[in-house]
């Protein structure tokens, strides 16, 4: 191992390195508060007052009066608050709450302009250290993370007719803690990932991500996507048909080594209509977003995009079927991606032809806006670029009800962050990948705030950086390497193999099934994985309250 000193990697250690000194009674968001946010801390004592105090010369700054109790039964306590959102003044504080046993004092905490910058950087770079197919290297609290280029003989085409042969299907990024490729998954993953820079990219166009030069002239956060977007090209089959490989991997899954030492064949499977439509989305939303930087990769991307809907426009749905394979399925209905993929094609060319087929799918919705969604339910990507599209030639009828429906759900989760103790959105749904689901829904909320104004859309956002960040029933971060106490045995094949005590960094773990049972161990991987979907939400999250 190899100490840090790069300043790039020194600056984010600062910020996000937190050591977890004291008891965690006294929750909050261990990356700190923007100075006019709502800042609040959940205490588990039946004091009746709090102090913060400044850290750096021990002033008491606020003398406030704790809420009263409040009883939450999935997760089985009874709180306070604390809140001290009036505090606004940047510094390093720390809050205190005598007779707290034990736990009086809270760590320090930060109030400052900026504030989740770093870990913004560190989780976009975590998609440059999935790549496949080539080296990756980073630093990061005194560690040196790195691989050897990796599965440079995909893909077999055994699958899709020709056995034995094989065509270029490297690059892109691994999928989750193992190292397949999955277009679906990809889908949500580069759709979030795209939204982000449509909402934000003012602000991330300025900001680096130290990664490596791998598309001349584009932003660092363009370069990262378009290594993905180029590998799903690949995905493609190549005689013209415009079918998608569901996915490219081994038959089953590898045991837990690093990246370079899987040798096992890797196969591209049979195409599926979900993968299809999928592709058709994000290689219309690439063609919009390349554009400017180029203009002949979009149009590539347009093209792609056109024939695949050409082909699945006539085509019934057809399901992947797993057969040989053991590796992730991702099986879903098509419905869903076929609505955004034609949504995007309207947005893209503005052909009355795909604003067509999109309204009539619109319109079949028996939910317009889905407040739990993912990857197997992608309907609310199509419905938000609907409603945020400037183009003319949408049905009013249903540009009204799309508003309204966007709203009320908004709104919906407006309430149900207020009423848990923990500013969940999600409330009492647990299951695989939740925190994912937490983080994601920063885009029903920010969409609703782009649409409507005000100002709970943003409160109910910060809530949700609050709760992945220690202000939650374990008092922990839930991602690697940043804030306090965060997770140190993620189901993540590099991190059990590299011979590293610390986990790759600035990844978000699945969550539990239950308010109360995730544990940090290697082996639970329907707790403690990482996925490349979940790690787009966490981005864009992040992304949504730079300055």
């Not at 050591?19 to 261990?30: C, D, G, M, T």
């Not at 082909?311 to 992730?328: C, R, V, W, Y």
């Not at 997770?487 to 986990?503: K, Q, T, V």
């Not at 960094?505 to 490349?532: F, K, M, Q």
């Amino acid at each position: 191992m190899k100490k840090v000193t790069s300043s790039f990697v020194v600056m984010l250690l600062v910020i996000l390195t937190v050591k977890a000194e004291s008891s965690v009674a006294i929750r909050i968001n261990s990356l700190g508060y923007p100075e006019k946010s709502v800042k609040r801390a959940v205490v588990l004592s039946s004091a009746e007052s709090f102090k913060v105090i400044n850290s750096k010369n021990g002033k008491v700054v606020l003398d406030g009066k704790l809420s009263d109790q409040v009883t939450q039964d999935d997760v089985g306590q009874s709180v306070r608050f604390a809140d001290f959102s009036n505090l606004e003044k940047r510094g390093q504080y720390h809050i205190y709450v005598e007779g707290v046993e034990g736990a009086e004092r809270s760590i320090d905490f930060e109030i400052g302009k900026n504030i989740y910058k770093p870990a913004y950087i560190l989780s976009m770079r975590a998609f440059y250290l999935w790549r496949c197919g080539i080296a990756v290297k980073t630093e990061y609290n005194g560690n040196i993370f790195s691989t050897e280029a990796c599965h440079l003989d995909d893909g077999w085409l055994d699958y899709i007719g020709s056995e034995g042969e094989k065509r270029d299907g490297t690059g892109g990024w691994h999928d989750a803690g193992d190292y397949g490729k999955y277009t679906v998954n990809a889908g949500i993953t580069l759709g979030v990932l795209f939204y982000a820079w449509d909402h934000f990219g003012d602000k991330l166009k300025k900001i680096s991500l130290n990664i490596p030069r791998t598309a001349s002239g584009m932003p660092d956060f363009l370069q990262e996507l378009k290594w993905e977007t180029d590998f799903i090209l690949k995905m493609q089959y190549q005689d013209g048909s415009g079918r998608v490989s569901h996915k490219l991997t081994r038959k089953e899954f590898s045991g837990f080594i690093m990246p370079q030492e899987d040798k096992e064949k890797r196969y591209f499977t049979e195409w599926s209509s979900a993968a299809t439509a999928d592709f058709i989305a994000i290689m219309a939303m690439a063609a919009r977003y390349f554009a400017p930087y180029d203009a002949e990769y979009a149009k590539k991307c347009l093209a792609a995009a056109q024939v695949s809907y050409n082909f699945l426009s006539q085509s019934a749905q057809k399901n992947f079927i797993q057969g040989d394979f053991s590796t992730g399925g991702y099986q879903t209905t098509d419905a869903d991606d076929r609505l955004w993929a034609a949504v995007e094609m309207w947005e893209s060319t503005g052909n009355p032809q795909y604003l067509q087929d999109a309204e009539s799918r619109i319109e079949s919705l028996r939910t317009v806006v889905a407040e739990d969604w993912d990857w197997g339910s992608l309907s609310n990507m199509g419905v938000f670029t609907y409603a945020l599209s400037e183009r003319s030639g949408k049905n009013p009828e249903i540009d009204s009800k799309v508003n309204e429906a966007i709203i009320k759900v908004a709104d919906k989760l407006v309430e149900t962050a207020a009423k848990d103790i923990y500013s969940r959105a999600l409330g009492g749904r647990y299951y695989w990948g939740c925190n994912g689901t937490v983080a994601r829904q920063a885009i029903n909320l920010h969409v609703a705030e782009l649409l409507n104004g005000g100002t709970e859309y943003r409160k109910t956002i910060q809530g949700l950086v609050d709760h992945l960040f220690g202000y939650n029933y374990y008092g922990r971060s839930y991602v690697t390497g940043v804030g306090i106490n965060p997770p140190l045995n993620p189901h993540d094949r590099r991190s059990a193999a590299d011979g590293i005590e610390a986990p790759w960094p600035g990844y978000l773990v699945g969550g539990g099934h239950t308010a109360t049972d995730w544990v940090d161990e290697e082996e639970d991987y329907a707790r403690n994985e990482i996925a490349i979907n979940w790690q787009a939400a966490l981005v864009y999250l992040l992304a949504s309250t730079l300055d």
